[in-house]
């Protein structure tokens, strides 16, 4: 299981009886085939249309990038008080966590729901990024190029082979990750009660080990995220699924880069 939960249900979807590619037969066994009586049993799933391959994925993952930042450069252009920040913010967080848990669980990844979740993502990701640029100038280009290299970098690392996906690799990657969203959830009530919180996000020195913890969690769910896609590609995986594999790298690129844009932040204090 990955720590990304669309990628989890990826790979059940794709491991099953239309997603394995199977040897032709020989030349007895055509002979055998057709004469033996036809099937008047139950039907039986019907084979993909055309399998996945990694252009799809690729062409897929960029054109929901491609809306992500053209929804976060209307959001930063048009996002000049402090009050548009927060309605933006509001209406891109909300929209995209509703709309990306229902992704992720009834797995209805297609060309509408995915550019949807891009655009929703695009107006948070604009409007944290413009306050945080009216704090700290340059630092949105930093964060952009930070997520960038990391995101190189653990896909060179995965391709020659440093990192091996196992089963107990995925698991404590995905344990990780649900101990640390379980400990912003835990600082986000403890706000109810003190002003920093656990001091999670609240600068200084446990934010940045925070910050870089998370960072390196969400560096290894690409490598989970890259190899899901690889395995789902060697399975023969429906041609469709390439929007849910677009779909779950998003999320790990948007999560990477916000956890970098809190970092520099938290630096720059």
Known sequence: MSGNPALSRFTKATSGPTATFRPAPEAGQLEQMYNQPSYRGPATPAAPSRYMTLDDVVMR?????????????????????????????VIGAVGGIGLGLFISFTMKANAATCLAYSALEGLLLGAVSRAFEAQYRGIVVQALTGTVMVAA?????????????????????FAATLGAFGLMLVNLVAYIFTPNG????????????????????????????????????????????????????????????????????????
């Open 198 to 269: 656990l001091g999670l996000r609240s600068g200084g020195a446990l934010a940045i080990v925070f910050s870089v913890i998370c960072i390196v969690i969400a560096a290894m769910n690409l490598v989970i995220d890259f190899d899901m896609v690889e395995q789902g590609i060697r399975r023969g995986a429906d041609e469709k699924f390439a929007w849910y594999a677009s779909f779950a790298i998003v999320v790990t690129l948007i999560w990477l880069y916000i956890e970098i844009l809190r970092l520099l932040g938290n630096l720059r204090n």
């Open 153 to 173: 970098a653990v896909l060179i690392v995965y391709k020659v082979g440093a990192i091996r996906v196992t089963p107990r690799f995925t698991r404590i990657v």
């Open 61 to 89: 993952l960029g054109g929901m990038l491609a809306v992500l930042f053209a929804a976060g450069a209307a959001a930063w252009i048009a996002n000049p008080t402090k009050g548009a920040y927060t309605g933006l913010i």
